[in-house]
């Protein structure tokens, strides 16, 4: 059971609106249900219900659904109601996801174009070799001159390709699903997920997308006044990169040996840039470390707007250059034996 992004949003402002303007969590509930659309939104609201009713707190309701709503909105929404401030506490939570959807739109619309690119161009090199070369090429292998090489490595492509197909797509298949079951190893998914911020162009995106999460929640947390360890622990959990996640547990243990977040920071330049430590050191020893985290998420969030604009522009050229080989490859092994039957034919 879940929640779509859009249906946390209106959960959590509704529920703020409502609770700012004096309505009983209960009631406020009750209203939020009839609205609801979705069969999970309606089972989940009915749950909360069903629990503030017998006298628990909304975040102990929340508890059991921890998967859906997240850690880090389950200790918003208690910090608010032990503090008295829910309903600030739950447009804080609303402004968050929201910002977090925006962040994700920009990142899978800057990915679009390059990955249709690709996805297209390797759609094209199948029809290509399954359908449209094996009934050109066998004309070529009755030429009595010797065929160049650009010709003779197409035509064993598409032999190959045409006799062997079976063996290579179940090949394949094997490959990712022993790539997908590695991937669910603990070790192997830290591997990944830190040397994807290795990739050119993409690993810089992923980068700044986890720093503006992080760095946003964390000041969040500790403007709500939830201790330092925890919220690392929760901003850990929070991480869909397995590299950061580990990152910020091991943070949060050595605080309780008493070494500074930024120290950590400094040790790590794979995973944190070094302009991060450097703002996170001012914070702490200005007892301004929720102000400054949010000042690294804005501007954090200005370079990933940059790159989302920029990025097509950056990737365009490679990707025209790849297709250029590919096709003038193509049109090579396929026009010089034509060029050489009309030089033969010659008087």
Same mark, same amino acid.
């Given at each position: 059971?879940?929640?779509?992004?859009?249906?946390?949003?209106?959960?959590?402002?509704?529920?703020?609106?409502?609770?700012?303007?004096?309505?009983?969590?209960?009631?406020?509930?009750?209203?939020?249900?009839?609205?609801?659309?979705?069969?999970?939104?309606?089972?989940?609201?009915?749950?909360?219900?069903?629990?503030?009713?017998?006298?628990?707190?909304?975040?102990?309701?929340?508890?059991?659904?921890?998967?859906?709503?997240?850690?880090?909105?389950?200790?918003?929404?208690?910090?608010?109601?032990?503090?008295?401030?829910?309903?600030?506490?739950?447009?804080?939570?609303?402004?968050?996801?929201?910002?977090?959807?925006?962040?994700?739109?920009?990142?899978?619309?800057?990915?679009?174009?390059?990955?249709?690119?690709?996805?297209?161009?390797?759609?094209?090199?199948?029809?290509?070799?399954?359908?449209?070369?094996?009934?050109?090429?066998?004309?070529?292998?009755?030429?009595?001159?010797?065929?160049?090489?650009?010709?003779?490595?197409?035509?064993?492509?598409?032999?190959?390709?045409?006799?062997?197909?079976?063996?290579?797509?179940?090949?394949?298949?094997?490959?990712?699903?022993?790539?997908?079951?590695?991937?669910?190893?603990?070790?192997?998914?830290?591997?990944?997920?830190?040397?994807?911020?290795?990739?050119?162009?993409?690993?810089?995106?992923?980068?700044?997308?986890?720093?503006?999460?992080?760095?946003?929640?964390?000041?969040?947390?500790?403007?709500?006044?939830?201790?330092?360890?925890?919220?690392?622990?929760?901003?850990?959990?929070?991480?869909?990169?397995?590299?950061?996640?580990?990152?910020?547990?091991?943070?949060?243990?050595?605080?309780?040996?008493?070494?500074?977040?930024? =120290? !950590?920071? /400094?040790?790590?330049?794979?995973? $944190?840039?070094?302009? &991060?430590? @450097?703002?996170? #050191? +001012?914070?702490?020893? *200005?007892?301004?470390?929720?102000?400054?985290?949010?000042?690294?998420?804005?501007?954090?969030?200005?370079?990933?707007?940059?790159?989302?604009?920029?990025?097509? =522009? !950056?990737? /365009?050229?490679?990707?025209?250059? $790849?297709?250029?080989? &590919?096709? @003038?490859?193509? #049109? +090579?092994?396929?026009? *010089?034996?034509?060029?050489?039957?009309?030089?033969?034919?010659?008087?």
């Amino acid at each position: 059971m879940r929640l779509s992004a859009q249906e946390q949003i209106l959960f959590a402002k509704r529920l703020a609106l409502l609770h700012k303007a004096g309505v009983p969590i209960l009631t406020a509930l009750k209203l939020l249900k009839k609205q609801a659309r979705s069969k999970a939104s309606i089972h989940i609201i009915d749950h909360l219900y069903t629990q503030v009713e017998n006298g628990k707190h909304l975040s102990t309701g929340m508890e059991k659904y921890k998967k859906v709503f997240g850690e880090f909105a389950v200790n918003i929404v208690r910090v608010g109601e032990i503090s008295g401030t829910l309903s600030e506490n739950l447009g804080y939570l609303a402004e968050e996801l929201k910002k977090r959807q925006e962040l994700k739109r920009k990142i899978v619309s800057a990915l679009i174009y390059p990955i249709f690119i690709v996805f297209a161009t390797i759609g094209i090199i199948i029809l290509l070799v399954a359908y449209v070369f094996p009934k050109i090429l066998p004309v070529f292998q009755t030429f009595k001159f010797q065929l160049p090489w650009a010709t003779r490595s197409l035509i064993a492509v598409t032999t190959g390709f045409g006799h062997f197909w079976p063996h290579i797509l179940g090949g394949l298949s094997i490959l990712i699903i022993a790539i997908f079951l590695l991937l669910r190893l603990n070790r192997i998914r830290v591997w990944f997920d830190r040397n994807l911020l290795r990739l050119p162009f993409l690993g810089r995106l992923l980068q700044n997308y986890q720093i503006i999460n992080s760095t946003r929640t964390l000041s969040l947390l500790l403007k709500s006044d939830v201790k330092i360890i925890e919220a690392l622990e929760i901003v850990a959990d929070a991480s869909t990169n397995l590299a950061y996640r580990q990152s910020f547990n091991s943070m949060a243990k050595k605080m309780t040996r008493g070494e500074k977040i930024s =120290t !950590s920071l /400094e040790n790590d330049e794979v995973l $944190f840039p070094v302009i &991060l430590s @450097g703002m996170v #050191a +001012i914070g702490e020893v *200005t007892g301004k470390l929720s102000d400054a985290l949010l000042y690294l998420a804005e501007m954090f969030e200005d370079e990933l707007n940059d790159q989302t604009r920029n990025l097509t =522009t !950056s990737i /365009e050229p490679v990707l025209m250059i $790849f297709m250029g080989v &590919l096709v @003038g490859f193509i #049109a +090579i092994s396929i026009i *010089t034996p034509i060029y050489n039957i009309t030089q033969n034919l010659r008087p």
